[in-house]
Nanobody, 122 residues
């Protein structure tokens, strides 16, 4: 029903910025809450940020104040602006969609993208 494709990952120096995009296709995109998760090498996937259809947002403490999630329903896209990047932000970042208004648990999401690699060098 919903397909998600992430892009915008890459290699960046510590302190730099990067903007991730998630292109969505399928029906009823505007009704889905959207979230970003990440998985670092050797670690479990963790919540990063989420946004409701009406732009209510939530962030993990580790990225609060540095990352900003946004969405543009007209363009069927969700974004993650990442500033002041740290080496510990290195991970594969995944875009997700779910039927809840907003959610921070991966089990609440129904659809997932394939991920985009973000590498932050020191």
């Amino acid at each position: 029903q919903v397909q998600l494709v992430e892009s915008g990952g890459g290699l960046v120096q510590a302190g730099g910025s990067l903007r991730l995009s998630c292109a969505a296709s399928g029906r009823t995109f505007s009704r889905y809450a959207m979230g970003w998760f990440r998985q670092a090498p050797g670690k479990e996937r963790e919540f990063v940020a989420a946004i409701s259809w009406s732009n209510i947002t939530a962030y993990a403490d580790s990225v609060k104040g540095r990352f900003t999630i946004s969405r543009d329903n007209a363009k069927n896209t969700v974004y993650l602006q990442m500033n002041s990047l740290k080496p510990e932000d290195t991970a594969v970042y995944y875009c997700a969609a779910g039927r809840l208004i907003i959610a921070t648990r991966e089990t609440d999401y129904d659809y997932w993208g394939q991920g985009t690699q973000v590498t932050v060098s020191s």
